[in-house]
């Protein structure tokens, strides 16, 4: 090991030891000023989400808006998984160095016009 580069196996250690505690970690999301809630795991791979559980309070639901349900479903479920993105942020971020996520560049919003 060279002077000042981490011990990587005592890096691998400690991230595998964060994967376990992140994939029993829970985060609930919400929409609707709590209508709806929707409680996922918050693993380190968004591939290993799981939904554990969904509430929804039962004067949102109407037969004849079933738009308006949908719409806060969608929502609770973003708002957990921006929850669960920052609780890993938080968990890897000393372990990252502060590094933060690796970026590619800026988005591109649109393509360039041809004249």
């Known amino acids: 090991m060279q002077p000042g580069m981490p011990d990587m ?3 691998l250690q400690q991230v595998q030891q964060m994967q376990e505690e992140m994939s029993a970690a829970e985060v609930t999301g919400q929409a609707g000023n709590g209508l709806v809630e929707i409680t996922t795991t918050a693993p380190l791979q968004t591939s ?3 939904i554990r559980r969904v509430r929804i309070d039962p004067k949102v639901v ?3 808006d079933v738009d308006t349900l949908q719409d ?3 929502g609770a479920l973003e708002d957990a ?3 669960a993105a920052a609780l890993q942020q938080q968990k890897m971020g000393p372990l990252a ?3 933060g996520p ?3 560049g800026p988005p591109c919003s ?3 016009s041809r004249p």
Request: glycine share 12%; proline share 12%.
């Open 9 to 11: 196996s005592m890096l």
């Open 48 to 50: 290993g989400l799981e």
């Open 62 to 64: 109407d037969p004849d």
């Open 72 to 74: 806060l479903i969608v």
């Open 81 to 83: 998984v921006a929850k």
């Open 97 to 99: 160095g502060g590094l």
């Open 102 to 104: 690796p970026r590619l």
């Open 110 to 112: 649109r393509a360039p």
